[in-house]
């Protein structure tokens, strides 16, 4: 079975960094590409980023772009998304998947002071 198992996140102030680990098992990461998405609290679902299965390419919606650097450890079949300078506008939930049907449990991160 597919899953996603998401860790970290959490409340912090303006300028701030986290990061957000996505750890999968019953297939391998670097056979596939992985996304991250987040919904802030109106329900509004943006695309933040994406790799490639090979990681040759990296998308960065422009809101995050700079700021979000997604990265990849195969040997641990784990996702990164390491989220610098925060702002209050990140507050979402933020989730890893995989395809269409398969996705983390989500993770909130609260930027706020």
């Known amino acids: 079975q597919e899953q996603l198992v998401q860790s970290g996140g959490g409340a912090v102030q303006p300028g701030g960094s986290l990061r957000l680990s996505c750890a999968a098992s019953g297939f391998s990461v670097a056979n596939q590409a992985i996304g991250w998405f987040r919904q802030d609290p109106g329900n509004k679902r943006e695309e933040i980023s994406c790799?490639?299965?090979?990681?040759?390419?990296?998308y960065y919606a422009d809101s995050v772009k700079g700021r979000f650097t997604f990265s990849r450890d195969n040997a641990k079949n784990t996702v990164y998304l390491q989220m610098t300078s925060l702002k209050p506008e990140d507050t979402a939930v933020y989730y890893c998947a995989k395809g269409p049907t398969t996705r983390g449990q989500g993770t909130q991160v609260t930027v706020s002071s």
């Open positions: 790799q490639t299965s090979g990681g040759d390419s990296t």
